[in-house]
């Protein structure tokens, strides 16, 4: 790969305006870059380290809002920095991406340096690695059918590719939907497979939560590369649930993101009332296996919740019903979780949620689910699952 001169090349022409706020670290880029001309690889590693731990304190000193964006931005440079030195120094192609992959998932993509780095070097790795990683199971093998949840029937309204006049109509009501096979027509539908994800990205590095649900006093997180995931947490023996909620899996890997395509839907809402500016669509992923489960919680922005591959199940209770879903309004991070275990209600606990109206929903490969602003919902997968969400105005 000539030594990764030309992600090198774009790194050193990188603005310098991020280090105009740390004389410490702007001195430091410079000596990293010095040594690296020199070839002095395994020196410009070790310097890039220094900085990156440096760095790592600062972006856990405090909520992660809080943190001023710049350090994202040179945490990130300095990832990439330590990976190609590091390549040029041992070759060692895991530990690379990895360096690339913390700089995506704690900083930003400096110009797409990043995730064409980390491509890049996950396709050096030798495909009778991959193969063996990915041939230890099949598919068939992380199946595990969940019966223990109460459901009759589904109680959503239902469509089949409702136009933009239907659709309209039925956001008006403030009311959760699904849509039959609604991105049936992506690539990653016919594609996609816990294998092929494997196969795709087995050594890309992800946050994966690691607990039943993330309300739970014990649940905690780990970034630990897919591969480690898979075979740890979808195991059908394996007790303890890991997740990859919530993350920008397809933004880190672009590859996966050219098999989606983001709903006509998210763009056909009415402008918003006053100044108020509508804010750009937010794509999420949620990989897992059967068991997983999202808390009964409430979202501030529209979502098209989309399935590509296993199935999920959907209990939603309206915004209009939020008297009866008990927030967890001693914790502030839970103001948007409800205290309710909707599989184990507690009658004498929580003795409004029987007023609460309960909409049911089976959200199959292909479908899609509209949940309105607020609408409270519970997400639970009932197969090894992908899901991808997309929040609008």
Not at 201 to 222: F, L, N
Not at 357 to 365: H, R
Not at 368 to 378: D, G, R, S
Request: proline share 6%; with cysteine; net charge negative.
């Amino acid at each position: 790969m000539k030594r990764l001169s030309n992600f090198f090349s774009e790194l050193v022409r990188y603005d310098a305006k991020p280090f105009e706020r740390s004389k410490f670290l702007a001195r430091h880029r410079t000596a990293t870059e010095n040594l690296f001309t020199s070839e002095s690889f395994e020196e410009s590693y070790r310097l890039c380290c220094i900085c990156l731990d440096f760095i790592w304190e600062r972006l856990h000193s405090g909520h992660w809002n809080q943190i001023e964006f710049f350090w994202r931005e040179i945490y990130s440079y300095f990832s990439a920095l330590a990976a190609v030195s590091l390549f040029n120094a041992e070759g060692n192609l895991s530990e690379c991406i990895k360096l690339i992959d913390y700089g995506l998932i704690m900083g930003i993509d400096i110009n797409c340096i990043l995730t064409r780095l980390a491509q890049q070097l996950h396709d050096e790795i030798p495909k009778s690695s991959l193969l063996q990683i990915c041939d230890v199971k099949t598919d068939t093998d992380f199946q595990q059918q969940d019966s223990s949840i109460p459901f009759d029937k589904e109680t959503i309204s239902i469509y089949s590719d409702p136009d933009c006049e239907c659709f309209l109509k039925e956001i008006g009501k403030e009311l959760p939907f699904k849509i039959e096979g609604g991105v049936n027509h992506w690539p990653a539908a016919e594609k996609w497979s816990v294998n092929y994800i494997l196969k795709q990205c087995a050594h890309r590095h992800v946050p994966v939560e690691i607990g039943s649900k993330y309300s739970d006093e014990t649940w905690t997180q780990e970034i630990m590369p897919i591969y480690k995931f898979v075979q740890t947490y979808f195991d059908p023996k394996q007790s303890t649930k890991g997740y990859l909620a919530q993350h920008d899996f397809l933004g880190q890997v672009p590859l996966l993101k050219e098999d989606i395509v983001i709903p006509d839907y998210c763009f056909m809402t009415p402008e918003l009332e006053g100044e108020r500016q509508k804010g750009e669509v937010v794509v999420n992923s949620w990989f897992g296996p059967a068991g997983t489960v999202s808390p009964l919680h409430q979202d501030p922005r529209r979502n098209l919740l989309c399935q590509v591959f296993g199935r999920k199940l959907l209990i939603l209770v309206p915004a209009s019903d939020s008297a009866f879903v008990y927030p967890a309004s001693e914790d502030p991070l839970l103001l948007n979780t409800s205290q309710v275990d909707v599989e184990n209600v507690d009658s004498d606990k929580f003795p409004l949620f029987g007023k609460a109206t309960q909409i049911t929903a089976i959200l199959n490969p292909g479908d899609m689910v509209y949940i309105p602003p607020k609408c409270w919902h519970y997400v639970k997968s009932l197969d090894p699952s992908f899901s991808v969400s997309f929040w609008f105005d």
